[in-house]
């Protein structure tokens, strides 16, 4: 039996779909950060929140995966967990990663510190983004990083990588959107395809905890 999709989330595929991305159709490529204590308890993160030993082994990882690719540039999140991870990939490439406030996870608001294991991403959390208001800057955000020199690595979020898939189209199975996993994407038969450069997670810990 096939389950519902979340209302939440459909939301946001709609809303995204509704606007464009200027990705130039060529490759690029997506890194979710590694594990925080947060991911693993699944609560609702602040920017400061840092990478666990266990995301810090994440991030080495993908580096190693990451480290054949040719990365002329790695934009990446403020928050304290991207900007580690980014360092960590950025170290086999010798490029500086380049943090922006625009790419940050979604501003939860007065959910931060509470439980995300049932996230209603159509919520209007107090003090936070209303969805729209989370996808309209994720967009921008993306379509500024992505006009860096190519071939372009974007370190951010869970939700930031909902975003990005509903915008290109794309349908991403769950272990896609584990913490750490790279992907590249490119633009091929007029339809973008997403590929892990890692295989799934061994811990089963491929569940899109939020980010």
């Known amino acids: ?45 602040s920017p400061e929140e840092p990478l666990d030993a266990t995301g810090e082994a994440q991030a080495r990882r993908a580096a190693q995966a990451l480290a054949g690719e040719p990365l002329a540039h790695i934009v990446c999140s403020d928050t304290a967990r991207a900007q580690h991870t980014a360092r960590i990939v950025a170290a086999a490439h010798g490029l500086p990663p380049q943090p922006r406030a625009s790419l940050r996870e979604r501003n939860f608001g007065a959910l931060i510190g509470t439980s995300s294991a049932r996230v209603d991403w159509n919520c209007l959390p107090e003090g936070g983004e209303t969805l729209e208001q989370f996808v309209r800057r994720t967009r921008d955000a993306l379509a500024d990083a992505l006009r860096a020199p190519a071939p372009v690595l974007v370190v951010a979020h869970g939700g930031t990588l909902y975003v990005l898939a509903a915008l290109l189209r794309l349908a991403l199975a769950p272990a ?15 339809a973008w395809q997403a590929s892990p450069l890692l295989a799934p997670p061994q811990d089963g810990n491929d569940s899109p905890n939020i980010a």
């Not at 999709?5 to 464009?20: C, K, N, V």
């Not at 896609?176 to 007029?190: D, I, K, S």
């Open 1 to 45: 039996m096939t389950a519902a999709p979340d209302p939440g989330l459909e939301r946001l595929r709609i809303l995204a779909e509704s606007m464009t991305l200027d990705a130039r159709a060529v490759p690029f490529y997506f890194l979710r950060h590694g594990q925080t204590a947060g991911n693993a308890r699944r609560i609702f993160q």
């Open 176 to 190: 896609l959107l584990a913490n750490a996993r790279p992907l590249r994407l490119e633009y091929a038969a007029q």
